[in-house]
């Protein structure tokens, strides 16, 4: 493999890392509407399952989020790497 295709690939990586860090942007939106509902659904429940299930879109929230600033630095690193080569 010469550099010319070494680049190439480094370049197919940082663009499925920036797909993978949209896609988990529209993730998060989605997550976060699903909890807006669910807590306006839920307004004053002390339900054992309740509070489970928001704290679980809670979690949600968070994983996306550092799941999209991992993709959105790979990419970033792809590409400072690739332009050095």
């Known amino acids: 493999m010469d550099i010319t295709q070494v680049k190439a690939t480094i370049r ?5 890392a920036k797909d993978g ?5 529209r993730v998060q939106g989605q997550a976060e509407e ?3 509902l669910a807590a306006a ?3 004053d429940s002390a339900h054992q399952d309740i509070e489970a ?3 679980r879109l809670k979690e949600a929230l968070r994983e996306s989020s550092r799941v999209a600033e991992l993709l959105r ?4 690193a792809a590409h400072k790497y690739a332009s050095k080569l």
Not at 73 to 76: D, N
């Open 73 to 76: 630095s790979g990419a970033e």
């Open 53 to 55: 299930g928001m704290a």
């Open 34 to 36: 699903a909890r807006t």
């Open 41 to 43: 659904t839920a307004h």
């Open 21 to 25: 860090s949209a896609l988990m942007q």
């Open 12 to 16: 197919q990586g940082e663009q499925a």
